[in-house]
């Protein structure tokens, strides 16, 4: 697990959350992992990071957000970065929401309620199918 914690430490997150709760326990844990991490609490605070970050690895989203929602906010981040990771994290397991991020590109997804470990292994496995020229 400590190389694992090691290659998160290597990248730059973003959590896109608007319990704040939720966002409040992943930012205190990623603070304590020693990650480099920023949060939004909707799809626009997101895109508005995105485009202000050109070094952003991954993004982990919500899809049920005010403003704009996850998927939107996934079309959106498609037409100008097709290739940037995108993790769903949500408490709906419905197919509709599935098949729709898979047109996006969006394969990977983690159930609430947010589980550190799957996130830590998802994370380096994703990191080890990359080509990562950083």
Same mark, same amino acid.
């Given at each position: ?16 959350? +608007? ?21 939004? #609490? ?8 995105? +485009? ?46 599935? #098949? ?31 080509? +990562?020229?950083?």
């Amino acid at each position: 697990m400590n190389a694992k914690i090691e290659e998160l430490k290597k990248i730059k997150l973003l959590f896109v959350e +608007d319990e704040y709760d939720l966002i409040k326990i992943i930012s205190d844990t990623l603070t304590k992992l020693e990650a480099n991490f920023l949060t939004a #609490q909707n799809g626009k605070e997101a895109l508005d990071l995105i +485009d202000k970050n050109d070094d952003i690895d991954i993004v982990i989203t919500d899809i049920n957000m005010p403003i704009i929602n996850g998927l939107e906010m996934i079309e959106k981040i498609r037409e100008t970065n097709p290739t940037l990771p995108i993790i769903i994290m949500t408490a709906h397991t419905e197919s509709e929401y599935r #098949q729709k991020a898979k047109m996006y590109g969006v394969e990977n997804y983690l159930l609430k309620p947010f589980d550190f470990i799957k996130f830590i292994d998802l994370i380096y496995s994703m990191k080890l199918g990359k080509n +990562d020229d950083k």
